[in-house]
């Protein structure tokens, strides 16, 4: 297992609520999205009051998808166009 | 042909329902969604001044044209045009267009209904309301 890197996106609520549009996260080899969501809640306590969704490169996932080195991900409330 | 497209400038409406018209078509249906100033929750009528609409483009291109793809299956109809815009709309502006070309109007309007609906439980835009005392992301159709 070697480290690697991941970087986050955040959009609309999650933007304001973490206050930047990005993060980069260390892990130990592959991880679970669910893993990535309970290391992003730690940092940023607001996130818990929140209905996340998570993607993976551009696909929404569920916490026990695996995220492998390179991913884009993405963090987000509900949506809301139209 | 299809059309699925992110913008920050006006909508032209008509535009967009001439471009998905094929020979074989009879019918377009279009929706034009555009920012409503009332809003009436929980009994209170809201007021807001603008909208800025927020979108994940590369993942809300390809949500779109997945349901531009899914909505062609699964009804009688030829082409699928979908417009959102992003960034600041004034009220009365359009946020959205969705136009559907069938040989038919019926398979039409339910492909239309059935895409906007769509479009507001997936694709990855949000809209942030700005009222005069304060503002507010919106929380979607599942909680209105």
């Known amino acids: 297992m070697s480290d690697m890197r991941i970087n986050v996106l955040f959009f609309g609520a999650t933007a304001d609520i973490v206050g930047k549009r990005r993060e980069e996260l260390e892990v130990d080899g592959e991880v679970s999205a669910g893993s990535i969501l309970d290391e992003l809640r730690t940092r940023f306590p607001y996130l818990a009051a929140q209905k996340l969704h998570i993607s993976i490169e551009q696909e929404y996932a569920s916490s026990d998808s695996i995220v492998k080195a390179g991913d884009e991900i993405a963090i987000f409330t509900s949506v809301s166009g139209g | ?144």
């Open chain 2, 1 to 144: 042909m299809d059309h699925c497209e992110l913008t920050t400038e006006p909508i032209n409406v008509g535009a967009v329902a001439r471009r998905v018209v094929p020979p074989e078509c009879g019918a377009t249906v279009t929706l034009d969604g555009y920012a409503r100033r009332f809003t009436t929750r929980d009994s209170k009528v809201i007021e807001t001044e603008y909208l800025v609409y927020e979108a994940y483009e590369e993942m809300a291109l390809k949500e779109m044209q997945k349901l531009a793809a899914k909505a062609k299956e699964d009804f009688a109809i030829s082409n699928v045009g979908i417009v959102h815009r992003t960034g600041k709309i004034e009220i009365g502006e359009t946020s959205v267009v969705i136009s559907v070309a069938a040989p038919h109007r019926k398979d039409a309007f339910a492909a239309c209904e059935w895409l906007i609906k769509e479009l507001k439980r997936t694709v990855p835009i949000w809209k942030k309301e700005i009222y005069a005392d304060g503002e507010a992301w919106s929380e979607g159709e599942a909680a209105e």
